[in-house]
């Protein structure tokens, strides 16, 4: 069960989201100076560095929305 975290470089643009490692936003992504992915091994990790990297944002972090039905329904999180 892998995630991807999803961080735009530029402070307070795009909110840190958290996709399936599956996920076609992920799969087909192309690579830029301004945007990285960070790879984790499961979904508590996830948060941790969800949480880490968007400390200091105004915009936070959140489960992208193409990805959350699925975590919702494998991993049994209710925190979703
Ligand atoms: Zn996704």
Redesign the pocket.
Known sequence: MNFVIFQDLIPNTTVV?I??IG????TTHEPTTTTKWHEVEDLKNAKLLAEDISKNSKIGWRF?K??TIHAKSSLDCDEV
């Open positions: 989201k996709h399936r996920c076609h936003h992920y992208a193409c990805c």
